[in-house]
């Protein structure tokens, strides 16, 4: 069993940044699967379906076209954390986030179908 807790949600205004964080906890959950494993964030807006933010796999990374060169997306195997710094914030951004990982399952990195367990949501608010 793995549990994922993200936090670092809030209301910001447009031109802001924030940085999310999704530990990862478990009996069999080490550092070294960790490192391995791919891990996501995905997003959920009012009335729309889930979408795939940004990915990371070992020191591969991957993210949406809407997100390209305003996110980053980290990990730190020690604290089995991965990260999401938010910069530039838009109104459209506003969404729960949610951070995801990919263990028994395989594929693309930007389907959540490919993803075995999620974390509770964050809930990010940004005002025009």
């Known amino acids: 069993q793995v549990q994922l807790v993200e936090s670092g949600g809030g209301l910001v205004q447009a031109g802001d940044s924030l940085r999310l964080s999704c530990a990862a906890s478990g009996r069999t959950f080490s550092s070294y699967i960790f490192s391995t494993v791919p891990m996501g964030w995905f997003r959920q807006a009012p009335g729309k379906e889930r979408e795939f933010v940004a990915a990371?796999?070992?020191?591969?990374?991957s993210y949406a076209d809407s997100v390209k060169g305003r996110f980053t997306i980290s990990s730190d195997s020690v604290k089995n954390t991965v990260y999401l710094q938010m910069n530039s914030l838009k109104p459209q951004d506003t969404a729960v986030y949610y951070c995801a990982v990919q263990i028994y399952n395989s594929g693309r990195l930007d389907l959540a179908r490919n993803y075995d367990y999620w974390g509770q949501g964050t809930q990010v608010t940004v005002s025009s």
């Open positions: 990371i796999r070992g020191s591969d990374t």
